[in-house]
């Protein structure tokens, strides 16, 4: 098709789309009105029956669990994915390219940077169920400061504090829990994932039942998952420069 | 029973999980061990399932969180015998394909394992589901796994080509699954299918409905590889593994149909109650109109998995039209017919993937007479082909039965004539390339059929003798199953009870909302008429006619030549044209395609 | 009024959605992905805003106020999660693109086709 006819086919189309899509939603109740049961079941739940303090840690750890559990194994499958469709004989590779990290600038912020950073991250995950947060975000922070070791030391740095077999068992240990628990609490009578310990008191750190270990199960696994799909792009880049020198000389 | 239920999900995903670890120190062959046992554990629990519900479904709510007042905050599996079917084929498709892949894929290990496992756990959470977010989650937990499998040699510009279109174009297609999501959940506040059926069924459908239904139709479209969402399958298909289109061509095309069959009756069966004939005809259409295009695309392919990949497309409009049939012979005929075709297929996957190992080659033309010496996999090709063209008494034949009578008592009978047609097209394709790869006849080359570059699915040569016996078993005894699946007594009685009860609204909401059991399943005897074998014969007998005129193409009289050179030749030459393999005109394809569905519901449907 | 954040969302999606189609470049075109991505989340979150609405947590709010709904925004933060693993899987084929292919253009991958 030529480009003019494939522009001609997307007006066509997405000017349809879109008008329809617009109209339909004015059928929608008006902004800021939409009443939904839901919310308030979930809220109820969290504050009431799992003294969680923040209910979107309820709904993601409890109430709807099986998606949670099923989107860290996504994110399990995509750092498997990514090791598969990088692969190939890079790690001989990358150790040869030039390798001399940033200004002492950088250097120096990194220092302080990455202790800081790898706090927040921690106390993001482990507050995630009483205030805003969670063992994503923090997770994402975590592998933040991962990424700042590299950042403002050098790759053999970063590659010596983030080893392979350690990310992945860590990462396998953040996703198994999800299976492991919800086979439990199975085996012992409850549905699959049922918030089977003591809730706690609301706004402490021990309650919410299980939340507070999916809540750091998930935490685990997101910053390792992370690393690692880090760690596979970074010995990309650096394989990729090593091909370069290589072809100059 | 209850129990069983998040096993085939979780076990897997567990399994995987622990591979994911510990993998890369075990040897091989407990690799291979784990995944098939895992495998089999699902394939079967699921079979279990099957057979435990029978009577009625089993409705199990995660995380304890049952129905509260009409409302429904905990994510719930709806298990009914057609679903469990359709998990244990998942299953039993992943053994044949972890099998095959026994000392066949030597590097990448155990990653090919856990991605397979995890493919697997995302099919079986997809065709149990009730819930439309989870159902979004589970679309991508297939799709993540299948599209970074059909990168798997991203040393040749092919499986590059057909990962990155099947990755872009299925998370758009998540995307319309999300914007869907958002009109259901602002007007009904549920995101249960019978939930949110119950909330909308008072009213008649608003444009809101109808382009939630429409956005939902669409992406699952794009799953199935419905004309015109089917462009990125044909190129994803014939780029993958051959054991991952095993699976992909099997089962998951195939879950796209089903899931929209389930989310119409659970949810929009209600509201569209005085439009039923309105959204059938859009959708008869659409699965007609699309089985015909790809079969006769899949006739024009010399490359044998382009050629399954349309014949795939093909089946997933001839399903799409059998559910919109609305009625429980036709839901249980498609779902009988899915099986079966779904593991003849996988057999004719298995069989191409052989002949890419030992020959080195994947394309009719130049694979010409080299299939002599061949003769099981032979066979086994030429059965597979005859059954996925409806050849009696095979579990598609059966499933295209059930079918024929429910389109027969709704006044339809050319749906199922036109259907036949598509099924005879797209075997005589498979039979034609049987012809000449196996016993050497016709020409060694064919200017009408487009051919794909070279490639081989070459793996370290191991002078193992066992593996080809193995490969070739596996694919025998998928296509085993397709014929013992029609031979289980009382099988058609059964299914036409369970897809009765599964499109039984009023007891749906009584047994999700309020927990009253549904009524045990009953149906009729049914049986399968002297006129439903002929039909079956005269389609498998139709195949083998457009394969030996395939075949011998310019022996026909030049008249005849002449006249269908100039009547065919324009529009077939477009239609080529339109495959071009770029993925911004797909694109294109699909924003026209949505466009179009929504058009037509918003048009129809009010 | 009321329908302006609604329509802002689908407006979004669809320039994500015509961006991907007429893309000359692989990370472009990936990033429109994420763009139309996130026109669905925009849509998802308005259609759980209350008026005069509060985070849905506990503490360190007003308390009587009304509070939006904590479960669009679970979804949303499952669909990110999704999105994100999405685009570095993309990524990660683009690079091989690149270094197979030596081009980033959509265009020019041809391979497969007819």
Not at chain 1, 19 to 45: E, K, N, Q, T
Not at chain 1, 183 to 208: D, K, Q, R
Not at chain 2, 211 to 221: D, E, N, Q, T, Y
């Amino acid at each position: 098709m030529t480009r003019a006819g494939r522009v001609v086919l997307l007006v066509l189309g997405l000017g349809g789309l879109l008008a329809l899509l617009a109209i339909a939603a004015a059928d929608l109740p008006a902004f800021g009105s939409v009443h939904s049961a839901y919310a308030a079941f979930a809220r109820h739940a969290a504050y009431a029956d799992r003294h969680a303090a923040n209910s979107v840690a309820a709904v993601v750890f409890d109430v709807r669990g099986l998606d949670t559990m099923i989107e860290e194994f996504i994110l399990f499958a995509a750092a498997t994915a990514t090791a598969l469709l990088l692969r190939s004989t890079r790690e001989e590779d990358a150790e040869r390219a030039e390798d001399h990290g940033e200004g002492d600038a950088l250097k120096l912020f990194g220092i302080g940077g990455v202790g800081a950073v790898v706090v927040l991250g921690l106390y993001v995950v482990a507050h995630g169920y009483v205030s805003p947060g969670g063992g994503f975000q923090g997770g994402v922070v975590l592998a933040t400061a991962a990424a700042l070791v590299f950042l403002a030391g050098t790759y053999r740095a970063f590659r010596r504090v983030t080893p392979q077999s350690l990310l992945e068992g860590a990462e396998s240990l953040g996703v198994l829990a999800w299976p492991a628990l919800g086979v439990g609490t199975l085996a012992s009578g409850s549905a699959f994932l049922a918030n089977v310990l003591p809730p706690g008191s609301i706004g402490s750190l021990a309650s919410a039942g299980t939340i507070p270990l999916l809540n750091a199960a998930t935490g685990l696994a997101v910053a390792s998952a992370f690393t690692l799909i880090g760690v596979e792009f970074l010995e990309e880049l650096f394989a990729e420069r090593a091909r370069g020198e290589e072809g100059r000389s | 029973m209850h129990a069983l239920v998040p096993l085939p999900v979780a076990v897997p995903l567990a399994v995987a999980a622990v591979l994911g670890a510990v993998g890369r120190f075990l040897p091989r062959q407990v690799v291979d061990a784990a995944a098939i046992l895992a495998a089999a554990a699902v394939t079967g629990v699921s079979a279990t399932l099957v057979v435990g519900t029978a009577d009625r479904p089993l409705h199990v709510f995660f995380g304890g969180w049952r129905p509260h007042g009409g409302l429904v905050p905990g994510i719930a599996f709806d298990v009914d015998p057609l679903s469990a079917a359709l998990a244990t084929l998942a299953g039993a498709l992943t053994v044949a394909a972890l099998v095959f892949a026994w000392h066949y894929f030597e590097e990448a290990l155990p990653l090919f394992h856990i991605l397979v496992l995890l493919f697997l756990a995302g099919m079986v959470g997809f065709a149990l589901s009730d819930d439309l977010f989870n159902l979004f989650v589970f679309f991508q937990l297939m799709g993540i796994p299948a599209f970074a499998l059909t990168g798997y040699r991203v040393d040749e510009p092919g499986p590059l080509q057909g990962a990155l279109a099947f990755g872009i174009l299925n998370t758009i297609a998540g995307s319309l699954l999300v914007l869907a999501i958002s009109l259901v959940y602002g007007r009904t506040g549920a995101l249960n299918l019978v939930d949110a059926g119950a909330a909308l069924a008072g009213r008649p459908p608003d444009l809101l409905v109808t382009a939630a239904f429409g956005l939902v139709v669409s992406a699952f479209l794009v799953k199935a590889g419905v004309v015109p969402f089917h462009f990125w399958l044909a190129d994803a298909y014939s780029a993958a593994p051959a054991p991952v289109c095993v699976l992909l061509s099997g089962v998951m095309s195939d879950l796209g149909i089903h899931a929209i069959a389930r989310v119409h009756s659970s949810a929009f069966a209600g509201t569209f109650a005085h439009r039923e004939a309105e959204v059938r005809a859009i959708l008869v259409a659409l699965g007609v109109a699309g089985a015909l295009i790809t079969a006769v695309m899949s006739f024009l392919q010399a490359d044998l998995k382009r050629m399954l990949a349309f014949l795939t497309a093909s089946h997933a409009g001839i399903f799409l039209a059998a559910v919109a049939l609305f009625s429980p012979a036709a839901l249980a005929g498609e779902v009988v017919w899915v099986v079966g075709d779904g593991l003849a297929k996988g057999s004719l996957f298995l069989c191409v993937g052989f002949l890419l190992h030992e020959l080195q080659d994947g394309d009719e033309l130049r694979l010409h007479g080299r299939g002599r010496r061949l003769p099981v996999a032979a066979a086994i090709f030429v059965v597979g082909a005859a059954a996925v063209s409806l050849l009696p008494p095979f579990g598609p034949f059966l499933g295209f039965a059930l079918v024929g009578d429910a389109a027969g008592a709704l006044g339809l009978g050319w749906v199922p004539a036109l259907l036949a047609l598509a099924a005879a097209v797209s075997g005589a394709a498979v039979l034609r390339a049987a012809g000449r790869v196996f016993l050497g006849l016709g020409d060694r080359d064919d200017p009408l059929l487009s051919q794909q570059p070279q490639h081989a699915e070459r793996e370290e040569p191991e002078d193992d003798v066992r593996r080809p016996r193995v490969a070739l078993a596996a694919a025998g005894a998928l296509l085993a199953l397709a014929l013992g699946l029609a031979l289980v007594p009382g099988l058609p009685r059964h299914a036409v009870a369970a897809a009765a009860q599964a499109q039984d609204r009023h007891a749906l909401v009584e047994a999700v909302l309020h927990g009253v059991p549904e009524p045990p399943a009953s149906a009729p005897p049914q049986h399968v008429g002297v006129a439903a074998y002929a039909e079956g014969l005269a389609t498998t007998a139709a195949a083998l006619l457009l394969a030996l005129v395939g075949l011998y193409r310019r022996r026909l009289p030049r008249l005849v030549r002449v006249v269908a050179g100039r009547v065919a030749g324009p529009p077939l030459a477009a239609l080529r044209a339109a495959h071009s393999g770029v993925l911004g005109d797909y694109v294109a394809w699909l924003a026209f395609g949505s466009g179009l569905v929504l058009g037509l519901f918003a048009a129809l449907v009010r | 009024m009321s329908v302006y954040p609604y329509v802002i969302g689908i407006v979004v999606f669809g320039l994500g959605l015509g961006g991907i189609a007429v893309s000359r470049h692989l990370v472009h075109a990936i990033v429109c992905l994420n763009v139309a991505q996130t026109g669905t989340y925009v849509l998802l979150l308005a259609v759980g805003w209350r008026r005069h609405g509060t985070a849905p947590i506990l503490g360190g709010v007003p308390k009587g106020s009304h509070q939006v709904d904590p479960v669009v925004q679970a979804l949303t933060l499952t669909d990110i999660v999704v999105g994100i693993t999405v685009s570095g899987l993309l990524l990660a084929l683009a690079i091989q693109v690149h270094r197979r292919r030596g081009t980033m253009d959509p265009d020019e991958l041809r391979a497969l086709r007819g």
